[in-house]
């Protein structure tokens, strides 16, 4: 019998990369579905879901699971991208990086806010 790479063995490299690739798309439109995004072309597509496939993979080489990093990163994907929508909502800007020094502020006046989840919510929930 010979020794090496069975056919399923030869194909896992690239399976794993697609389904790795479709989990950052997934990130992407999470994200450009709960914002409303304002049109798609590919420049914008390719610079807006890079940064998401580097975090995937990133996620990947922690937990070395397909199924662990797919489920966490739609997850996370979808808690970011409402975080963003109800920030830019209440503030009229995105949440930008240094706005992570301010947690403690905002957590404060969370409470002072209604939050009404909308149709985008809703549907890219049953997405995840």
Do not use: H
């Not at 690739?21 to 579905?33: I, K, Q, T, V």
């Not at 580097?54 to 990093?69: G, W």
């Amino acid at each position: 019998m010979k020794k090496g790479f069975t056919v399923k063995e030869k194909r896992w490299p690239a399976v794993r990369e697609t389904v790795l690739a479709a989990a950052a798309l997934e990130g992407y439109l999470l994200f450009e579905l709960i914002n409303v995004g304002s049109g798609f072309s590919l420049w914008r597509v390719a610079a807006n879901a890079l940064p998401v496939y580097i975090f995937v993979r990133i996620l990947y080489l922690v937990t070395n699971s397909l199924k662990v990093t797919v489920l966490c990163s739609g997850i996370l994907c979808f808690l970011a991208s409402t975080a963003n929508y109800y920030v830019y909502l209440f503030r009229g800007r995105p949440i930008l990086p240094w706005d992570l020094d301010s947690m403690g502020t905002a957590a404060s006046v969370m409470g002072g806010y209604t939050y009404e989840p909308t149709w985008q919510m809703v549907c890219a929930f049953f997405l995840l």
